[in-house]
């Protein structure tokens, strides 16, 4: 059967938006896992998932914090926060988990609250057109030595054997997608070392994680790559020259012989870079 193909770049294989964020995770969760990882989320800690979706990282949160620690994820979507409520209800973590509606750039929460924040794939300077002004926000509600962490999809391969259709699209990606193309350089989200340390936070790092696939490819990895080619891709593929487009399609085509998910060789990574800052500490 000829799997449904939604160009409408709002609408990818016709999936609910949360729908849309657990086929993305089944591949991406990996590098967030590592993220996840790191030290400062530590157990017994208080922190915050700003923007937190359907809220699949606030639980790999809650997981990590353990008992005795707890995590608030707010999300200005209510239909995406009583997704996280419903998904949550028969959740071992779901005593020490809290999700509510509400802004990050105005959030309901008093000064100092928190020992880390998580920003995940929303923060992006040109969609939010002061990105210091929202870390500041987020700094507020963070306890003095507490860490901000917001992590950016930085780069991917999904088309092996054919990077110049791939840079092509990627090009095209770069120059249609407003919060990409209508950043100026100093505050691309590559450059987060920059104006993460000019909203005040030390000790800004940043580390970067890796997630990778390869044939033969289950159902489950091939319908969250193929969605991501489409999430990438579907609104633009247009404006490739006739023959790349038309090796484009033949290539994510499941019922062409070019299929490139069906290759046995097939070969695809993604990679997240996780941007990290302290609060300075109180003078004694
Ligand atoms: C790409 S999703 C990422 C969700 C989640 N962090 C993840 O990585 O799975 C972006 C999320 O940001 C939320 N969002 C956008 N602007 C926001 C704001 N000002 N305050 C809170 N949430 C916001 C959207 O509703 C959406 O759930």
């Known amino acids: 059967m000829k799997r449904k193909r939604e160009t409408n770049s709002e609408n990818y294989h016709g999936e609910s938006y949360a729908d849309q964020l657990r086929l993305a995770s089944l591949l991406t969760c990996n590098a967030k896992k590592q993220a996840i990882n790191e030290d400062h989320f530590f157990p017994g800690s208080h922190g915050l998932d700003a923007a937190c979706g359907i809220g699949q990282h606030t639980i790999l949160l809650a997981e990590k914090v353990g008992l005795g620690g707890f995590v608030d994820g707010i999300d200005t979507s209510s239909e995406h926060i009583d997704t996280a409520c419903k998904e949550l209800r028969d ?28 920003c995940a794939d929303t923060l992006w300077p040109g969609a939010f057109p002061d990105p210091v002004g929202a870390v500041k926000e987020l700094m507020r ?30 090009v095209i990606f770069n120059e249609t997608t407003p919060y990409m193309n209508s950043v100026e350089p100093g505050m691309h989200f590559t450059r987060a070392l920059g104006w993460l340390k000019s909203s005040g936070l030390q000790d800004v790092s940043v580390n970067h994680y890796t997630t990778s696939e390869h044939g033969p490819l289950n159902e489950e990895k091939r319908s969250s790559i193929s969605f991501l080619i489409d999430m990438l891709y579907a609104g633009i593929h247009d404006k490739l020259d006739k023959r790349n487009k038309e090796k484009y399609l033949e290539l994510i085509d499941p019922d062409s012989n070019e299929y490139i998910l069906n ?22």
């Open 263 to 284: 290759l046995s060789d097939y070969f695809c990574f993604l990679n997240y870079a996780c941007f990290n800052g302290t609060l300075p500490r109180k003078d004694k």
């Open 141 to 170: 509600v963070t306890k003095p030595g507490g860490v901000i962490s917001i992590l950016y999809w930085t780069s991917h391969m999904f088309l092996p054997g054919y990077p110049k259709l791939e840079a092509r699209l990627n």
């Open 91 to 118: 959740n071992p973590v779901r005593e020490r988990v809290n999700f509510q509606v509400g802004d990050i750039l105005s959030l309901p929460f008093e000064n100092d609250t928190y020992d880390w924040i998580w």
